[in-house]
Every structure is written in structure tokens, then in C-alpha cells.
């Protein structure tokens, strides 16, 4: 009786935090594309509060040193204005763009030895001495969406957001091998195929609601889809070196906001450097 009763309560606690989950998906989803296509400036404001509440969560979770958190702290301040100041100057200049697509690609770099480090975890960890250039990697890219059209930033959540709820739901529905058991219990090879999967198709209807015929857009889609995999897992490494559960538990059934984008920091600079030469 009390082995039934305790999975009667598990059982309602999941779903009462997929309730959480949904909720929060179903007000801030909205809001997000409200701003992207009818308040862009708001919609800027809206993804430096973003970055400034995940880096304030970032460096909870890695208990560094004071003074290398001011370094860290003054560090991004400094690329964020490079970034988001010299596009709007000199994005359309031809040097400009390969200058850009040079920098993103040292932090593609960067995310593939991240994703060396997700497979070999617990024998390799991340050093927090690197903590400064960590936080320009991590969160510069996204302040090069400024320069993009709404739809193309449109399709950039849409890849990360389908990604992670397809691999959600196909993980609860068909999951049985697990892909990072050391990082993260609940995850699975096939909720991952499964999210993929979803990727192409959300990718597909955008391709044809907008008319876009460039088949590249769906082999971008599906690489941003992988990126976006190895983000959330390399935070799942600060998590699990941090003993907690979440970044932070502003959002109700979510967590922290880095929990909510850490797909979304990997997956940024690989659709930005396909997009440079997709357009």
C-alpha cells in the first residue's frame, strides 16, 4: 500500500510540474514572439535582461572567486557592446560579415570541445579559471540576432523550442536508452531522435508559410537541433559539479532562465555563422 501510495504522489508531482511546464511555455511563448515582431527595441531589452539574469545564475553555479566574477562581469559587458554595437555599423560590409563568421566559428570550436567534455564526463570537467572567456562565448552570439529579420530569429526558437519539447514528449513515450546518464537521467537517445525529427518538420511548415525554398534551411535546422542538445547538456555539468537541480526557479516548472536558453546558447552561433552564408 504505501509503495502505491508513494507512486500515486510521484505520479502527481510530474504532473503537476508538466502542468508548471506548460503554463509557463503558454505565457512566455507568446509574449517572446509579441516582442520579436511588434516592439523590436523591447525585443533587444528583453535579451539583455535575459543575458544578464543567465550570467548572474551562470556564475551562482560555478562559486568562483569574487574578483573573478568582476573579470568575468566586465569581460561580457565588453563583448556584448562590441557585439551589438558594430554589426548595426558595419554588418553589411563583406569584411564585416567574414570578421563575424571567423569569431563565431572560435566559439563553434569551442562548443565541440564542450561536447567532448559532456561525453567524457566526470574525467573531464571545465576549469573555472577560463571563467571570463566562458562568459563572452556563451552569451556575445546572441546579440548578433539583432541584425536579423524577425522570421529568421523566428526560426532559430522554433528549432530549439521543438527540439527540446519533441525529445520531451517522445523521451516520456518511447525512451529506453539513456544518452547522458552521468549529466542528465531523463534523456534519451530517442527522445533526441524523436526531437530531431520534430526539428525538420517545424522547419519544413516555416519553410513553406514564408516561401523559403532553400532546402539548406532543413541541414541548418538539424545541426542548430544537435548544438542545442550538447548546450543543454554541457549546463547539465554546473549543475551536476553545483548539486542542484536548476539554474534558478524563476520559471515555474522550467527553473532558471539558463535552464530555459541553454539550447539556445549553443544553438546561436552555428544558425548565425548558416546564416551569413545562406543569405
Not at 37 to 66: A, C, H
Not at 94 to 122: E, H
Not at 145 to 154: E, H, R, S
Amino acid at each position: 500500500m504505501k509503495a502505491l501510495i508513494s507512486v500515486i504522489d510521484a505520479t502527481e508531482g510530474e504532473m503537476s510540474e508538466l502542468s508548471k511546464r506548460i503554463l509557463t511555455t503558454l505565457v512566455s511563448i507568446p509574449l517572446i514572439l509579441f516582442l520579436l515582431f511588434e516592439l523590436p527595441i523591447s525585443f533587444e531589452l528583453f535579451i539583455i535582461m535575459t543575458v544578464v539574469i543567465s550570467m548572474y545564475e551562470f556564475l551562482k553555479l560555478i562559486q568562483i572567486s569574487t574578483t573573478n566574477k568582476i573579470i568575468s562581469i566586465i569581460m561580457l559587458a565588453l563583448g556584448s557592446y562590441i557585439t551589438i554595437i558594430s554589426p548595426a555599423i558595419f554588418y553589411y560590409l563583406t569584411f564585416t560579415k567574414i570578421a563575424y563568421a571567423y569569431a563565431l566559428a572560435v566559439v563553434l570550436l569551442w562548443w565541440a570541445n564542450n561536447f567532448w567534455m559532456v561525453v567524457n564526463y566526470p574525467r573531464s570537467k571545465p576549469l573555472d579559471i577560463f571563467t571570463p572567456i566562458k562568459a563572452i562565448f556563451l552569451f556575445t552570439p546572441l546579440f548578433c540576432l539583432f541584425v536579423f529579420k524577425p522570421y529568421l530569429i523566428l526560426l532559430l526558437f522554433l528549432i530549439v523550442w521543438g527540439a527540446d519539447s519533441f525529445a520531451y514528449f517522445s523521451g516520456k513515450a518511447f525512451g529506453k536508452h539513456k544518452l547522458a546518464p552521468r549529466l542528465s537521467g531523463g534523456k534519451t537517445v530517442e527522445g533526441v531522435v524523436g526531437g530531431l525529427i520534430g526539428v525538420l518538420l517545424i522547419t519544413g511548415a516555416w519553410m513553406y508559410f514564408y516561401n523559403e525554398t532553400n532546402w539548406k534551411f532543413l541541414l541548418l535546422a538539424l545541426i542548430t537541433g544537435v548544438f542545442s542538445v550538447v548546450g543543454d547538456l554541457y549546463e547539465s555539468i554546473y549543475k551536476r559539479e553545483a548539486g542542484v537541480k536548476d539554474s534558478g526557479n524563476i520559471l515555474p516548472g522550467h527553473g532558471g532562465v539558463l535552464d530555459r536558453i541553454d539550447g539556445l546558447l549553443a544553438a546561436t552561433p552555428i544558425f548565425v555563422i548558416g546564416l551569413i552564408f545562406l543569405l
